[in-house]
Each structure stands twice: as C-alpha cells, then as structure tokens.
C-alpha cells in the first residue's frame, strides 16, 4: 500500500513507476482500434488518468494502487477515443444498419443469417457488402455512448447495468451482461466464433488470425465487424425481450 496524501515526491514515484502501465495499457488498446488513431493520444490520454488516480487514490481502498490506477487509466484513454469521435457517423449508421439487418433475419429464418441473406437485405452486392464491412474497421462491441444513447433515451446496456455509481463497464461484465454476452458468442457461426477467441482470448492481431485461419487480412476484418454487428443485434433482442 501506498500513502501519498499531499506529498509531491511521493506523488513524482508513482507517476514515474506506472508511467510503464500506462503504455501497456495504451498498446493493448491500440492494437483493437484503426490505424487513424494515434497511439500517443492514448498514452497522453493514460497519463491524465494515472494522475488522477494518484490524487484520488487513499490506502484506506482495500485495493492495490497499482489495480486501482489501471481502471482509472483505462477509463481515461475511453474518454478520449469517445471525445475525439474517432469511428465516424457514417460508420456508425452503416452498422447499425448491418445490425438491424441481422435482427430481423435472424427473426424471420430462426438462424444467424448468412453473409449473402445480409446483404440481400441491405440491398447490396455482396462485394458491396464485403466493403462495408472492411471501411467498419474499428466496430466495437461496447461504446461509452451505448448507456445514452437511444430514441427513447434508454439503450439496451442501460438494462444490463443497474448500478451507476461506479465504472459502468466493469459493472457490465461482473453482472449478467456477461452471461448474456457468453451466450451470444455461442450462438456465432463457427468460423466467427473462432475469430473472436483468437482475437480477444488470445489476443492476437488480424495478421495473424489471418494466418491462423488461411484468409487474408481484410478478410478477418470483415468477419470480425460482421460478428461485432451480430453480438450487439443478439444482445439488444435479449435486453427487449428479457431473456437474459
């Protein structure tokens, strides 16, 4: 444990000693976000939250500093993504389109949609279709935004997340949005289901997923934003229906 009310050196040693998190953390945030965004804004972005932590930290937590910080630098640099409105409005509009799309699919046939039924329902070709998925580079499956966000004021996360007090996010994933979340990367197709373990449970980059599952590069982002757009459209019909 630390104590570090009101004494500037020890305020300097924590700054200089988790100066190295916030760069790990700003690299593992990087490497699931489109080259427009510059990892020095996120460094940048990291460092105002280690610095806040440090003033707002008190030894009487329960918590390690250094676990405490990393939510705090974390929640920073997602503050900054959100500020600077990195993924485009366009981009946005295309996959809630592609998630709209799906829904009713999946509705109607009872299956998760194939690639060519989406985009025949988008009224596209499907290379047409393949590039709206590459230019979605960037989809997540989770904005800040998605607890506002909405025409009726309320988002389906906001259903997932009851307490507001603290990080919303890690609220999310303590909560039953895990279990729901767990549940749709079930019910993925087998390829995509695939892609999201290497991606997110392996944490390793496009390249080599892509090596891993013999298709190229564009082609694994493809999928992924197409599997991104099936997990939020799987998670808003269970937060409609109540069937978490």
């Not at 050196?9 to 945030?29: G, I, R, S």
């Not at 804004?41 to 329960?62: F, K, P, S, V, W």
């Not at 600077?84 to 046939?109: C, F, G, H, N, T």
Request: aromatic share 6%.
């Amino acid at each position: 444990m630390y104590t570090i009310h009101g004494k500037k050196d020890q305020k300097d040693e924590l700054l200089n000693k988790h100066a190295v998190l916030v760069k790990k953390l700003a690299y593992q945030l990087k490497a699931k976000l489109p080259p427009s965004v510059e990892l020095d804004d996120l460094i940048q972005a990291g460092m105002m939250g280690l610095l806040d932590a440090i003033n707002r930290y008190e030894d009487t937590h329960g918590a390690q500093f250094e676990t405490y910080a990393a939510q705090r630098i974390r929640g920073s640099m997602l503050d900054e993504l959100r500020s600077a409105d990195w993924l485009p409005r366009s981009v946005r509009k295309s996959m809630r389109d592609v998630e709209i799309a799906i829904s009713q699919l999946e509705q109607q046939l009872g299956k998760p949609p194939t690639e060519n039924e989406v985009a025949k329902k988008l009224q596209l070709s499907l290379s047409d279709y393949y590039d709206m998925l590459g230019d979605c580079s960037g989809h997540q499956l989770i904005y800040y935004e998605d607890f506002h966000e909405s025409e009726n004021g309320e988002h389906f996360l906001d259903r997932f997340n009851a307490d507001t007090t603290g990080d919303p996010i890690k609220s999310l994933l303590e909560g039953d949005f895990r279990e729901a979340l767990v549940g749709a990367i079930t019910a993925l197709p087998e390829r995509e289901k695939i892609l999201m373990g290497l991606y997110y449970e392996q944490e390793l980059n496009l390249k080599e997923i892509g090596a891993v599952m013999n298709v190229s590069e564009s082609r694994v982002c493809q999928l992924h934003s197409q599997a991104v757009a099936r997990l939020r459209s799987n998670l808003k019909e269970k937060s409609w229906t109540g069937a978490v």
